[in-house]
């Protein structure tokens, strides 16, 4: 490691144990910095000193022996970068140089001096710096303990600790992490790809080597490689991590499927936590057939396209910090998919919500089993788009080409099976006509009914539902449970409605035959489960019954009757719109007995 002295201004050596107390710089770069070679020589030295690039060096110099360190060690200087050997070494060293020094100045050198200290001018001048939109600044902001901001005049500005909350709104990173509160390993993939987001460096291969320490990652540089750097990053990332929040990026984002072709995809990561369980992650890892993987999967009506469930989680920090499961739309065969980006990239499912406690019955153990995610785990290959659709092309393209429904539809049902099917089948559904199983998709027309509110006045009320009927040829004629009834409705929310409700506290927007807009509510429950689903007129009935408790607000998100749970959570939009612009995912468990039973033995072992 070389370091100038401070005093001297000559360049030493140093290695092992023998490297020395230090202080370090970080800077942007401006045109005709200086480099090893002119810095080595004395002549150039002293008639380039009144240089901004020599000039903030000199600064340092001058600031460290005010702090009573005898080194400081710069990246402009300190590198011999004629030495592709010593660059990659000093690359891939850079993070842990920064996180050893005594203190670290940060130059911001578009930053004016202010009259007195904490002006605001001078803060709004801080937040629009050069400095934070810089891809080698992350780990030069993250790693050291102690960083200290000056102005170009080299005034200070305070420490990082203290404007801890501040850099926090501009970059993105948590105060914590800045703090040195929480340790850089404590947060997901995901979250510090986001950090990086919207930063820039000068070469395509950077933005790769410029995160090797944030992710504690080795690897050799190769300058020409382009966009191939980032994905050799994500390669690297996944031999030493088995956080799943790398592929929770959004490949409408992205030039590529399996990976994210910049960390730019990551741009809404975030909120992505590590969501590790009771039981360890499986190890996954890149083959020559694609991402070698084993997770749950969580079944739907379509045999081409299922959900990965990830161990990462979004928690929104606005709404009591619930928490909601990252799962990853995937479509193929034979546990050979490509990462789907219709219906949508990813899907955050609900697995906190208070909402579904209100009028929820007979849940089973403690308040009710909310967490319908599956324990079985599944082996798959998630490969690029070319070595799937050469496989199962035709079928895959009649599977996708389902999706696109015109006029796009404002809503509609996404229907799942976490737990599978248990043994059941689709039987049928009503209207017949509004149920897409080649999608898994129930998409019910709009129609209008006459509803009683508390003041017994009739009213004619938007609603849009129907019943999905599923049937298992195992069971007896005579079994109640031989078919199972799921009622999912749309409703048009007006205030009578609203005063009697306290379940359907979310609501989604759609354009009225007028042009202009309403509030929708939705409503899913268990219906009756006995033999007059093979007949018609009976089921129109039934569905009458379920359409007025809907729109007294009698539905809730969430119902189980005997042996069934369906759960209506999670709402997303479609990017495209397709099939629709707005979806309600919709969980239906057939065994809920038996979930109940190993929810209640996970708590015993937990205790």
């Known amino acids: 490691m070389r370091l100038i002295n401070a005093h001297t201004l000559e360049i030493e050596y140093f290695t092992g144990t023998s490297i020395p107390n230090y202080a370090i710089l970080s800077h942007t770069w401006v045109a005709k910095e200086a480099t090893f070679q002119k810095w080595t020589n004395k002549w150039t030295r002293l008639t380039h000193k009144h240089r901004p690039s020599f000039h903030k060096i000199l600064a340092t110099c001058r600031q460290a022996r005010r702090d009573g360190l005898d080194y400081v060690w710069v990246d ?7 030495s592709s050997a010593e660059l990659s070494e000093a690359i891939n060293s850079m993070y842990t140089w920064y996180e050893k020094a005594k203190i670290c100045y940060v130059y911001l050198s578009d930053v004016a001096a202010s009259g007195a200290k904490g002006n605001d001018d001078t803060f709004d001048s801080l937040r629009k710096s050069r400095w934070f939109t810089r891809g080698w600044t992350l780990q030069e902001l993250i790693a050291p303990e102690h960083v200290q901001f000056f102005t170009k005049d080299w005034e200070v500005l305070g420490a990082k600790k203290a404007l801890a909350v501040l850099i926090s709104t501009i970059t993105g990173i948590d105060a914590a992490c800045l703090k040195k509160e929480k340790r850089l390993r404590d947060y997901s993939i995901a979250q510090r790809m986001t950090w990086a987001a919207k930063r820039e460096t000068t070469r395509v291969e950077d933005l790769a080597y410029c995160l090797l320490g944030i992710f504690g990652i ?20 996944i031999k030493v991590s088995d956080d799943h929040s790398i592929l929770a990026f959004e490949t409408d984002l992205s030039d590529n499927t399996l990976f994210a072709h910049h960390p730019s995809a990551f741009v809404k990561g975030g909120c992505i936590h590590p969501n590790y369980g009771r039981h360890l992650t499986l190890p996954f890892s890149m083959t020559n ?25 979004e928690v929104d920090t606005e709404n009591n910090m619930q928490r909601s499961q990252i799962c990853l739309p995937l479509f193929g065969k034979d546990n050979q998919f490509m990462r789907a980006r219709i219906p949508i990239s990813l899907i955050s499912r609900k697995i906190d919500d208070p ?89 019910p027309t709009s129609r209008y009914v006459r509803s009683s509110g508390s003041s017994q006045k009739e009213e004619e009320m938007q609603i849009s539902s129907g019943l999905v009927v599923f049937k298992n040829d ?14 999912l409705a749309f409703v048009a929310t007006t205030s009578s409605i609203a005063s ?11 354009t009225t035959d007028t042009g202009g807009t309403q509030d929708l509510g939705w409503a899913c429950k268990v219906s009756p489960t006995r033999e007059f689903y093979n007949n018609r007129t009976n089921a129109k009935q039934v569905l009458a019954m379920a359409n007025q408790e809907a729109l007294l607000g009698d539905c809730p998100h969430y119902h189980r009757c005997e042996n069934t749970i369906v759960s209506a959570r999670t709402r997303f ?35």
Not at 296 to 303: A, G, K
Not at 474 to 487: A, F, M, R, T
């Open 76 to 82: 402009t200087v300190c590198i011999d970068k004629s």
């Open 218 to 237: 080795n690897m050799p540089l190769l300058y020409g490689e382009g966009p191939k750097a980032f994905m050799r990053l994500q390669e690297e990332i």
């Open 289 to 313: 057939a694609g991402l070698a993987m084993t997770t749950p999967l969580i079944q739907t009506l379509s045999p081409y396209w299922v959900l990965a469930v990830f161990n990462c989680v």
């Open 355 to 443: 909402y579904t406690l209100n009028s929820t019955e007979n849940l089973g153990a403690a308040e009710g089993v909310l967490d319908l995610t599956p324990r079985s785990e599944t082996s798959y290959y998630i490969s690029y788009f070319g070595r799937v659709y050469s496989a199962y092309g035709r079928e895959i393209d009649v599977a996708m080409k389902g999706f696109q429904v015109y006029p796009q539809p404002d809503y509609g049902f996404m229907i799942t099976f976490p737990r599978g099917m248990a043994g059941y089948r689709l039987h049928t559904a009503l209207p017949r006509q509004d149920l897409r199983d080649d999608i898994s998709f129930f998409i």
């Open 474 to 487: 195992n069971l007896s004629d005579d079994d109640p449970s031989k078919c199972v009834g799921v009622y």
């Open 500 to 510: 009697d409700t306290t379940t359907s506290t979310t609501t989604l927007k759609t």
């Open 573 to 607: 939009q479609t990017p495209k719109g397709e099939p629709c612009k707005d979806t309600v995912m919709v969980e239906i468990v057939f065994d809920a007995e038996e979930l109940v039973r190993e929810r209640d033995a996970e708590e015993r072992d937990f205790e």
